[in-house]
């Protein structure tokens, strides 16, 4: 680049940016992926945030940072085109992710997080651009979460409600489209109405769906993308591909969480001990959840073939995760999505641009998501060349948010990590009673060995109005008190529930160590009706559940902890016996509630 030109085009980049303090860096002799293409080896010079030259062949600058590139790659900062950002905040940047586009959070922490970013004070978190509210029916997908918000039921209320969501500050449109795990679903007639409102108001509207017809559907009625593909074993691969060509639209796969629907881990992120080393016991348990108790590999097999068939139709596929949901977590499954996307068909180059240029472009994010001058210094150095080994990808030797480096961050993490876990290992377990008996119950309370004890536990903190009796019944022979559930499920949420909650911590929903048992055994009668043994544990939203049925004799029921996807023992918030999703009158007993090590 001439000397005058690279001058000018430096002071500008100097007074574009003027959030940050860092000294110019230099990343010297690095092989980069410019969100396109990959160079085999450039320097590139950055400060104050922007990226001055991408291609720098002048002296080193007075001052300046240099930072090898020998053997690396030099990529720009991930967009993770689906993410929940309700929580971790602080992951994203960690694990190379630098922008998040959010489908549904909470609204004031959306406007929080956009006023930061706005003002250009925030470089540990990842930028976030949001859809705020998701548009959902009554009883659809997105009410099940306890958080009450507006929903709509019929095509001519799409203006009004489209509108609202603008005005808060929602930069495109999320519509739901999902008929399956008990959610009412929004009509066809409703999400083109919807389509076409945010359309008038210049927005993309985007679809969540969860069948191939529902795919179809919405592609014709104009959405501009669909957020998920779908858990199947066959489809339409051509057709779809063919179609959503046709009407122009993108489509972002979200295989991280279709592998938790599968019940089947695709690889195993914790596995590599640079990854584990920054998430804490909290943040690693979503990972270790899943959505499919049992693993159907072959429910990816569509979702698959669709994805290799939409690239190969020339239809943008973007790299999202939906972090957030089990199976998942912020930052780091990006990092198995874009791997995922390889095993789908993409090429590593092809999946690279996935999680950079695509999205940016799509979603009009402006100058991020590629390695040009005047573009956001938003970066990912890592060993290794993830052109040629997808994996690799996960080897980061530095992150740069803003221009400024994420190392000391990464650092402290890690520290923060490895301290937790230690006092961890040195802590002692929840001491089991020698009979493992948690049950005590008597006409006095519903007394237990240790913890808060047993409570009843209804959905009504989600909005629900189910109701819950329990009752103290005679003892039985052996001396066994029972206790009585009379539940009333109401049909008002698609995850309904009623029944009874033990809680072994001292305080509510706190974790406790219960990993010296093995297995919960408790014995049962009942109406005959099929109920729930249910588990939760330290950072994960989805519990982990057994069905059993109550018939009119006592018969013991065992659970193995092992059998609860997700659970850790080690860190139990609760345990349940639930009545319910499907509403009605329930009656079930539970005597000689046990932990036991076998």
């Given at each position: 680049?001439?000397?005058?030109?690279?001058?000018?085009?430096?002071?500008?980049?100097?007074?574009?940016?003027?959030?940050?303090?860092?000294?110019?860096?230099?990343?010297?002799?690095?092989?980069?992926?410019?969100?396109?293409?990959?160079?085999?080896?450039?320097?590139?010079?950055?400060?104050?945030?922007?990226?001055?030259?991408?291609?720098?062949?002048?002296?080193?600058?007075?001052?300046?940072?240099?930072?090898?590139?020998?053997?690396?790659?030099?990529?720009?900062?991930?967009?993770?085109?689906?993410?929940?950002?309700?929580?971790?905040?602080?992951?994203?940047?960690?694990?190379?992710?630098?922008?998040?586009?959010?489908?549904?959070?909470?609204?004031?922490?959306?406007?929080?997080?956009?006023?930061?970013?706005?003002?250009?004070?925030?470089?540990?978190?990842?930028?976030?651009?949001?859809?705020?509210?998701?548009?959902?029916?009554?009883?659809g997908h997105g009410t099940q979460f306890g958080i009450p918000i507006p929903t709509i039921s019929k095509p001519e209320e799409a203006q009004a409600f489209v509108d609202a969501r603008i005005a808060e500050g929602s930069d495109f449109i999320k519509i739901v489209m999902e008929g399956g795990y008990g959610f009412k679903p929004l009509s066809l007639a409703t999400a083109k109405a919807v389509i076409d409102a945010a359309h008038k108001r210049g927005k993309m509207a985007v679809v969540h769906i969860g069948t191939e017809k529902d795919a179809r559907d919405v592609l014709a009625a104009g959405a501009d993308g669909l957020v998920h593909l779908f858990p199947a074993e066959s489809a339409d691969v051509e057709g779809l591909a063919k179609l959503a060509r046709a009407r122009g639209a993108f489509v972002i796969p979200t295989f991280a969480v279709l592998e938790s629907m599968a019940g089947y881990r695709g690889d195993d992120l914790l596995a590599d001990p640079s990854l584990a080393a920054?998430?804490?016991?909290?943040?690693?348990?979503?990972?270790?959840?899943?959505?499919?108790?049992?693993?159907?590999?072959?429910?990816?097999?569509?979702?698959?073939?669709?994805?290799?068939?939409?690239?190969?139709?020339?239809?943008?596929?973007?790299?999202?995760?939906?972090?957030?949901?089990?199976?998942?977590?912020?930052?780091?499954?990006?990092?198995?999505?874009?791997?995922?996307?390889?095993?789908?068909?993409?090429?590593?180059?092809?999946?690279?641009?996935?999680?950079?240029?695509?999205?940016?472009?799509?979603?009009?994010?402006?100058?991020?998501?590629?390695?040009?001058?005047?573009?956001?210094?938003?970066?990912?150095?890592?060993?290794?060349?993830?052109?040629?080994?997808?994996?690799?990808?996960?080897?980061?030797?530095?992150?740069?948010?803003?221009?400024?480096?994420?190392?000391?961050?990464?650092?402290?993490?890690?520290?923060?990590?490895?301290?937790?876990?230690?006092?961890?290992?040195?802590?002692?377990?929840?001491?089991?009673?020698?009979?493992?008996?948690?049950?005590?119950?008597?006409?006095?309370?519903?007394?237990?060995?240790?913890?808060?004890?047993?409570?009843?536990?209804?959905?009504?903190?989600?909005?629900?109005?189910?109701?819950?009796?329990?009752?103290?019944?005679?003892?039985?022979?052996?001396?066994?008190?029972?206790?009585?559930?009379?539940?009333?499920?109401?049909?008002?949420?698609?995850?309904?529930?009623?029944?009874?909650?033990?809680?072994?911590?001292?305080?509510?929903?706190?974790?406790?160590?219960?990993?010296?048992?093995?297995?919960?055994?408790?014995?049962?009668?009942?109406?005959?009706?099929?109920?729930?043994?249910?588990?939760?544990?330290?950072?994960?939203?989805?519990?982990?559940?057994?069905?059993?049925?109550?018939?009119?004799?006592?018969?013991?029921?065992?659970?193995?902890?092992?059998?609860?996807?997700?659970?850790?023992?080690?860190?139990?918030?609760?345990?349940?016996?639930?009545?319910?999703?499907?509403?009605?009158?329930?009656?079930?007993?539970?005597?000689?509630?046990?932990?036991?090590?076998?």
């Amino acid at each position: 680049m001439h000397t005058t030109v690279l001058k000018a085009l430096y002071a500008a980049a100097l007074l574009l940016a003027a959030s940050a303090h860092a000294a110019p860096t230099l990343v010297k002799d690095v092989r980069v992926f410019d969100g396109e293409r990959v160079h085999a080896q450039r320097s590139v010079l950055f400060d104050k945030g922007v990226i001055v030259d991408a291609n720098y062949r002048g002296a080193v600058p007075s001052g300046a940072r240099i930072v090898s590139g020998q053997g690396r790659t030099l990529l720009p900062g991930f967009i993770d085109a689906h993410t929940h950002a309700f929580r971790f905040h602080e992951l994203p940047v960690l694990f190379g992710v630098t922008t998040q586009i959010d489908m549904f959070t909470d609204v004031t922490m959306m406007k929080q997080a956009k006023q930061a970013m706005a003002e250009g004070r925030d470089h540990t978190h990842a930028d976030l651009f949001s859809a705020g509210t998701l548009v959902t029916a009554p009883g659809g997908h997105g009410t099940q979460f306890g958080i009450p918000i507006p929903t709509i039921s019929k095509p001519e209320e799409a203006q009004a409600f489209v509108d609202a969501r603008i005005a808060e500050g929602s930069d495109f449109i999320k519509i739901v489209m999902e008929g399956g795990y008990g959610f009412k679903p929004l009509s066809l007639a409703t999400a083109k109405a919807v389509i076409d409102a945010a359309h008038k108001r210049g927005k993309m509207a985007v679809v969540h769906i969860g069948t191939e017809k529902d795919a179809r559907d919405v592609l014709a009625a104009g959405a501009d993308g669909l957020v998920h593909l779908f858990p199947a074993e066959s489809a339409d691969v051509e057709g779809l591909a063919k179609l959503a060509r046709a009407r122009g639209a993108f489509v972002i796969p979200t295989f991280a969480v279709l592998e938790s629907m599968a019940g089947y881990r695709g690889d195993d992120l914790l596995a590599d001990p640079s990854l584990a080393a920054l998430l804490d016991k909290d943040a690693q348990a979503p990972l270790k959840a899943r959505y499919g108790q049992d693993a159907r590999p072959a429910l990816l097999a569509a979702p698959k073939a669709v994805a290799a068939a939409l690239v190969k139709a020339g239809v943008p596929v973007l790299a999202g995760t939906d972090a957030g949901n089990p199976g998942t977590q912020y930052g780091v499954s990006m990092h198995r999505e874009v791997a995922a996307l390889v095993d789908a068909g993409l090429t590593p180059v092809q999946a690279l641009a996935a999680a950079t240029s695509v999205p940016a472009r799509v979603f009009k994010l402006g100058r991020r998501g590629r390695i040009a001058a005047g573009y956001k210094a938003d970066l990912l150095l890592v060993e290794g060349n993830p052109a040629a080994d997808i994996r690799t990808t996960r080897h980061i030797v530095e992150v740069w948010k803003d221009g400024e480096s994420a190392s000391g961050l990464r650092d402290g993490q890690r520290d923060k990590v490895a301290k937790a876990t230690a006092a961890a290992a040195q802590a002692r377990g929840q001491a089991l009673p020698p009979d493992g008996r948690i049950s005590q119950f008597s006409d006095q309370r519903l007394g237990s060995p240790f913890g808060l004890g047993w409570s009843a536990s209804t959905d009504s903190f989600a909005g629900g109005k189910s109701t819950v009796k329990l009752t103290v019944q005679p003892a039985l022979p052996d001396g066994q008190v029972p206790l009585a559930i009379d539940a009333t499920v109401d049909p008002g949420l698609p995850f309904a529930w009623a029944g009874v909650a033990f809680m072994p911590a001292a305080q509510p929903m706190q974790p406790a160590d219960l990993s010296a048992a093995k297995v919960v055994r408790f014995k049962v009668r009942g109406d005959g009706k099929s109920y729930q043994f249910m588990a939760m544990s330290q950072g994960v939203q989805v519990p982990g559940a057994k069905r059993f049925t109550a018939g009119p004799e006592w018969t013991e029921v065992t659970v193995a902890f092992s059998e609860l996807k997700g659970i850790d023992s080690s860190a139990v918030t609760m345990l349940g016996f639930n009545a319910g999703p499907q509403p009605g009158d329930y009656h079930l007993e539970i005597a000689d509630v046990r932990l036991l090590d076998r």
